[in-house]
């Protein structure tokens, strides 16, 4: 079921943000955030070959085609299970069910077998069990979170999944900037936001959206990723990503780390099928550091889908 269009256009901070975004189409936007997320998943490798998964799941009943932008993805056409969540190759963890955008951050951040990877706000896991997949369980994974009960589902996730190279830690994510500096050949810092991005699943983000809470979740995201980007090598990577629109959260959270870390640089990436939008220059009398150019940004009605941020940074050394 979609967003209540009509809640989503109460929410009177909201529709002031949106008018001052100078990029937006906000009918667009209403409109794409009302309709559901498409069906989208992983298969999983590190259990099975990925034709051999996709035959069982054929044999099923499921149907579907590739996703362009992720490896091991793919849309799902129908499933004659019902509800995919309930099926049978869910549970036992042949497959993962994430939303396309979603997907996005660890393809940019490319993890490969062997190294040792970050991921700074870990649960639920989704992005976890997919770098751990691409890392094909070698090398060392550390999967954190700062919430107990999250941390929860996030060991499940891992475990249903078959991951073996993870170690979970509870800690609050600016420790690592401190104790393991210049540790991480790639960091993943995909931070708590506004969520104004994935108000199709669930839309009192939308309602309840206000100002003063962008701006208090900007410094958080900022701490976390100065710490994330100390916890990198020299020469290594951090991918930084929201699945809000906002520029205070996007935007000016890069700029601020561009101008307190002068080694960072922005790699502009690009994914096949995926649409995109230049990142702004300038916000509410805020000028961008230019090189926030080469991130990577969308709206829900660019793809039919989440809107998410996403920035590649490499630590110069």
Known sequence: MGVDVVNLRLSEELSELLASIPDMEVDEFIEASSRPLPETFRVNTLKSSEDRCLGLLMEMGWRFERLLWARHAYRLITCEEGDPGGTLAHSLGLVYLQGPLSMV??????????????DLCAAPGSKSTQIAQLMENKGVLVANDASSERIKPLIANLQKWGVYNCVVTLKDGRFFGKRTRNFFDRVLCDVPCSSLGVVMKDWSSAKTYSHRRSERLARLQLSLLLASFDASSPGGFTVYSTCTIHPLENELVVSELLSRRPEAEVIEFRLEGLRGRRPLEEWGRRAFDP?????????????????????????VG
Request: with cysteine; charged share 30%.
């Open 105 to 118: 951050p660890v393809e940019a951040l490319d993890p490969r077998p062997g190294e040792r990877v970050l």
């Open 291 to 315: 090189r926030v150019s080469r991130c990577f940004k969308c709206y829900p009605q660019d793809n039919g889908a989440e809107g998410f941020f996403v920035a590649l940074l490499r630590k």
